[in-house]
């Protein structure tokens, strides 16, 4: 065995030891808490299968974000060198689906150069998938004689807009279950069954697949291909799964079909499952129990990470949790550290303020001359909670890398994408109004209307939405359109030209890229500047800034061309002769496409010494020395969910909600901070998250004056009424696993003075919905 890996091997306990090194040939599920060296384990065990001959090109490592791929790539190229390491497969499930897809596309109906369709194409399908089941409604009430209701007279297609969120969802867990039209039908569901249809038809017809399709069309490719698994069989001679615990059923099903005839080793703890919006489920540890029955299970209980009052405190919140796979007992032989500081802050300027000072304090830490922040990060639950940090930190002169943000959602970079996209043959409508949206240099309303009557004329014509504006545009004479609005169309199509010769011409990716992003009007990006500055004041101005943007996206090509994900000859020398650099564009809208699926941004441009703003979400399987969790308030965490169109907290999302806040905490090494406010921006009074009470009192150091009721760990007592609303699990009773939760099992209290408290709130995919309390909550 070569000395490098002896020696990881030697550094890692018994317990990891006996774990990496098992028969390769036995099914390996290795279960384990926050820290306790999981990942660090799966590295020694890819060293064992390397050195047990298998070929690095054989070996396929799955993750489920592309941070946690390119953690273990980085910590398996440590050892192992930077060579093996760009030949071991690691990848997401979505992109290694992609591939595969990509590579069997007919077999799925459709061409290797299917669109990928991303959250907004994703809409725009749905969109288009309500207004044909209410066109035959309508026909057929018609029909019938009945009256016929106009949706929503004067704006239908708002209508439509409205009505597809909700959609969208439905859609959206109906595929991660790998439910088909017919299975919603036979539930009763006649009217999700007709917009699954439709959608699942309307995207064959625009040569699509969606994130969902990638997994359950890569099932499809092994269970009724044999080729495609034998195939699959020869090139993976061994399989290794880390954060097991956010595998969905269907990526399940997709796993132990490939692993039936091939080495699998899964990594993961039950705990720290937080994407059950994405179909996480962790019913995956029993079904591998089930369908590996020669398998074997090694738990590893040592927390090598935080000290001993972090981890008991970790402990004890998870505890209040009852459905929980497999009970941990998490030890740490690291020192006890000091107490978790829980603050109570006024609003969350204090709160900012507060955190702002101990950064100072900590960064410093004895050298006043050169401070430290690369091993502190504030956590938040939504990312709305960062903005005020990322404005306060800029004043204050703290370095500081955004995690999480929807950088990808931008109209600036989503402009320079789909102007990409458009060269990529079978280019949908879509990235066409996006491209005349960003070029058109009109005020808002003559841009619409100029795009509204290209679309009127496409359907019309039955033709898509570029012929229509080559036909419009193309005309010497239109009677539509003034002089000046039919030269600036000429100039869009004339620019779009450009964009096209562009890319077939033998151009590097990245010159393409700048290009492109350099024919955006300075008028267009000025109005972008403006509508950040008025949204978040001044925020985000590094976002809409051209050259922010285009450094993102470059550093996006460096990581996509060091990603094994396409064929050497096609990357080669980042270039590509003959053919135009039309496959690697396409390649690399791919990889952009998960990226803006994960909200993942390149953190190459980050400055390595410099305080980490992210989401919980984001933040898993990563460690600081000092974190800050902040607006730890009741209806942050836990948030609420929209049910049936009241919002409710149900036994299952409470759990997860704890799991959420447990994640959290487990990222500290040495100093935890959790905060909360008690006002927000309106002045509305707010309460400390009810799982604060959790953490025993000998573990933490409460600073707080006015709502330390609320944070005894006693449950306070029932019959006396608080004015203020908390919701969440009484102490002592325990959650049920059915959807809907008696009233009884909820504690909530309407504020007196606000009767009907709602609030727009936002959930961890970013999308909005209104929280409110009915009287049935009561
Ligand atoms: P998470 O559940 O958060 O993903 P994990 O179980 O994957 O955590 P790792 O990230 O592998 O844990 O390890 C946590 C920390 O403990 C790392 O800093 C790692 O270097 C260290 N560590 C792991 N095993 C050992 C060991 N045997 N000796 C010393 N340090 C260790
Ligand atoms: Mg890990």
Redesign the pocket.
């Known amino acids: 065995m070569p000395e490098e890996y002896s020696k990881y091997l030697q550094?890692?306990?018994d317990r990891?030891q006996e774990a990496a090194c098992t028969d390769i040939s036995t099914p390996l599920m290795i279960v384990?808490?926050?820290?306790?060296?999981?990942?660090?384990?799966?590295v020694g065990r890819v060293l064992m299968l390397l050195n047990e001959g298998i070929g690095s090109s054989h070996i396929l490592a799955m993750t489920f974000t592309t941070a946690a791929a390119s953690e273990m790539r980085d910590r398996i190229g440590a050892v192992a060198g930077k060579a093996v390491a760009k030949e071991l497969t690691i990848s997401t499930f979505h992109s290694f689906s992609l591939q595969l897809c990509r590579s069997h596309a007919e077999k799925l109906g459709r061409t290797p150069e299917f669109l990928l369709y991303g959250h907004g194409q994703q809409r725009r399908a749905i969109i288009e998938a309500v207004r044909l089941m209410e066109n035959e409604k309508n026909r057929k009430n018609h029909d019938s004689g009945k009256l016929v209701e106009d949706s929503n007279g004067t704006n239908r297609l708002q209508y439509f807009k409205d009505k597809s969120k909700k959609w969208q969802k439905f859609v959206s867990q109906a595929k991660a279950s790998g439910k088909t039209p017919a299975e919603c039908r036979q539930m009763g569901d006649e009217i999700g069954a007709v917009i699954l249809g439709n959608y699942n038809d309307i995207l064959r017809s625009c040569n699509a697949l969606d994130y969902h399709d990638l997994i359950s069309c890569s099932v499809k490719l092994l269970s009724d291909f044999p080729e495609v698994f034998k195939e699959c069989q020869d090139s993976w001679k061994a399989i290794v799964v880390?954060?097991f615990q956010d595998t969905s059923a269907m990526q399940y099903s997709f796993l132990q079909i490939l692993a039936s005839h091939s080495r699998i080793t899964i990594?993961g703890?039950d705990d720290?499952s937080i994407f059950s919006f994405n179909g996480a489920d962790i019913s995956g540890f029993d079904s591998f129990r089930r369908d590996f029955p020669d398998h074997k299970e090694i738990r590893?209980n040592?927390?090598?990470?935080s000290t001993r009052c972090i981890v008991e405190a970790a402990s004890s919140l998870i505890q209040n949790n009852v459905n929980r796979c497999q009970l941990k007992n998490v030890l740490t032989d690291n020192s006890s550290g000091s107490k978790i500081t829980i603050k109570e802050c006024h609003n969350e300027d204090a709160q900012c303020a507060f955190v702002v000072d101990k950064i100072l304090e900590t960064a410093s830490n004895g050298s006043a001359v050169k401070r430290s922040y690369g091993n502190i990060a504030v956590l938040y639950r939504r990312q709305v909670s960062g903005k005020v940090f990322q404005t306060v930190f800029r004043d204050r002169k703290i370095p500081f890398n955004i995690h999480g943000v929807a950088f990808y959602r931008k109209k600036v970079v989503k402009a320079i994408i789909a102007m990409l996209r458009t060269t990529l043959p079978g280019c949908d409508d879509g990235p066409y109004h996006q491209v005349f949206k960003a070029l058109l240099p009109f005020e808002k309303e003559e841009k619409k209307r100029v795009i509204d009557h290209i679309d009127k004329i496409s359907t019309i014509r039955k033709c898509s939405f570029i012929s229509a504006a080559c036909d419009i545009f193309g005309a010497k004479i239109s009677g539509t359109f003034k002089r000046s609005q039919l030269t600036q169309g000429r100039k869009v199509l004339f620019t779009l030209e450009m964009i096209s010769k562009l890319a077939h011409r033998e151009q590097s990716i990245s010159a393409v890229i700048t290009s492109v992003a350099n024919m955006l009007p300075q008028k267009y990006l000025l109005e972008q500047r403006a509508v950040a500055d008025a949204d978040g004041g001044k925020l985000l101005n590094e976002d809409t800034d051209l050259r922010s943007v285009l450094q993102y996206l470059l550093d996006d090509v460096s990581d996509f061309l060091a990603t094994p994900l396409i064929t050497t000859e096609e990357k080669k020398d980042n270039l590509v002769e003959e053919k135009g650099c039309v496959t690697v564009l396409k390649a690399f809208i791919d990889f952009i496409t998960g990226r803006e699926r994960e909200n993942f941004r390149s953190r190459r441009h980050d400055n390595e010494d410099s305080v980490t703003l992210t989401t919980i979400h984001q933040s898993?399987?990563?460690?600081w020395d000092t974190v800050f969790i902040v607006k730890a308030n009741e209806s942050e965490i836990p948030l609420l969910h929209e049910f049936n169109g009241v919002a409710r907290v149900n036994g299952t999302s409470v759990e997860e909600e704890r799991r959420l806040l447990y994640?959290a905490m487990?990222?500290a090494r040495k100093k935890l901070f959790i905060l909360y406010v008690i006002m927000d921006s309106n002045w509305q009074m707010l309460q400390p998250s009810c799982f604060l009470k959790e953490i025993p009192d000998h573990l933490r150091e409460i600073q707080a004056e006015l709502s330390i009721k609320y944070l005894q760990t006693k449950h306070p007592d029932s019959s006396k009424k608080g004015p203020q609303f908390t919701i969440g699990l009484p102490i002592g009773e325990k959650s049920s696993e059915t959807d809907m939760v008696p009233n009884n099992f909820l504690n909530v209290q309407i504020n007196e003075a606000s009767k009907e408290p709602t609030e727009l709130m936002e959930d961890c995919n970013g999308n909005s919905f209104l929280r409110r309390f009915s009287a049935e909550d009561r």
């Not at 040592?302 to 990470?305: E, H, S």
């Open positions: 550094s890692l306990n990891q384990a808490g926050p820290g306790s060296g999981k990942t660090s384990t799966m880390d954060e990594v703890d720290q590893l040592k927390n090598y990470r898993k399987g990563l460690e994640v487990t990222r």
